[in-house]
């Protein structure tokens, strides 16, 4: 691949009534669906939208931000499920408070394998799936892809992208925000660069 554009989902319903994310699986609010719209006018703008294909998380808040980028953008929507947010087991559908009252310490052995609740995905379980999810995207041979996905997935993918280990997570990371742009690219001298870190200019 020479190119991967990555949109963080745009508001949903769980930002504002202070629930968990994870697989927490809520719409987008009118505010989000206008963000949603704002990202694709952004992308028709700037691409050549008929060199991409456009994939997405199953999970409502992306896939409904991926409907309305695909209708801006007039690309069908590839659905797959490995790019779901990171599963926080049983902490899926409570609040924030809940979450942070049952959260377990990190163990003195680092964070990579830590379950931070009951039922939870660790940090490598959760690598080896988004790595599964671009395995399966690399097999279709594209060129330049979108993907509609969460705020978890993307440093996941950064570090795919720039071959970085995973315990770069460990002490550091790559924040992503809502309704934000991200691009990963070839260069002039065909090195993986990251171009674009999750800009909201667009949102303006």
Known sequence: MDEII????CQSEHHINELSGGWTDTPL???GRAQAKKVGQRLKNEINASEFKLFTSDLLRA???AEIISNCLGLPILVNTNFRERNFGIGSGKTKEWFKQHFLPIPDRGRLDHKPIEGAETLREFY???NAGMTEVERLKLSKIILVTHGGVIP???LWWLNLPLEV????GFESRVAGITKLQVNFDYR???S???DVSHLQ
């Open 6 to 9: 990555l949109v963080q989902h």
């Open 29 to 31: 609010t009118e505010l």
């Open 63 to 65: 896939l409904q931000t």
């Open 128 to 130: 080896h799936r988004i």
């Open 156 to 158: 996941m993918l950064i």
């Open 169 to 172: 997570l460990e002490n550091s």
């Open 192 to 194: 993986r660069i990251l």
């Open 196 to 198: 674009i870190l999750s």
